[in-house]
């Protein structure tokens, strides 16, 4: 439980300052706009990667702390014994989904984009370092759907 306090915490703080660069980004992006009339080549691309990371990491992060929107109609109503089968057996769903989808598709996608070097057009950046977040987030939630069942 120790580790999972860290990982949570670490993935905080992350996000936090994913958020800080967003700011300081969109506010470079308004400044030379209006002030120095020239707008900057690169910051519509990096507030757009920025989001990216933050939307999965703050998903994965969500996931952790139990935060997601949940229909719960059917859990209430159940006992405590069908309750935690229920619950097992929704992880165990997300489970499923987050490695086929995210974790293998996700790491097809970096591999295959990788190896064509493919670059994003303004910041010359890799464009697998964007799609590398999608298997991170991925295994993410994976971990923190197994300590849910554990826990259970």
């Known amino acids: 439980m120790e580790l999972k306090k860290k990982v949570d915490k670490a993935l905080g703080h992350i996000?936090?300052?994913i958020m800080g660069l967003m700011v300081v980004n969109v506010l470079w992006q308004v400044f030379s706009r209006y002030v120095l009339g020239q707008p900057s080549a690169f910051t519509d691309e990096l507030a757009r990667?920025?989001?990216?990371w933050l939307g999965l990491l703050g998903a994965a992060y969500v996931s952790g702390k139990g935060g997601h929107v949940a229909i719960d109609i059917l859990a209430k109503r159940s006992s405590v014994q069908k309750q935690r089968l229920l619950k097992r057996m929704v992880c165990g769903c997300i489970i499923f989904f987050c490695l086929t989808a995210m974790v293998i598709g996700g790491s097809w996608l970096v591999y295959t984009t990788h190896e064509l070097k493919q670059l994003s057009p303004?910041?010359?950046?890799p464009l697998a370092?964007?799609?590398l977040v999608i298997?991170?987030?991925g295994l993410l939630v994976v971990y923190n759907k197994t300590w849910e069942i554990l826990e259970a």
Not at 49 to 52: N, P, T, V, W
Not at 122 to 125: I, P, V
Request: no cysteine; glycine share 6%; net charge neutral.
């Open 15 to 17: 996000l936090v300052v």
């Open 49 to 52: 990667y920025l989001m990216i």
């Open 122 to 125: 303004a910041l010359g950046l």
């Open 129 to 131: 370092y964007v799609y």
């Open 135 to 137: 298997p991170i987030s």
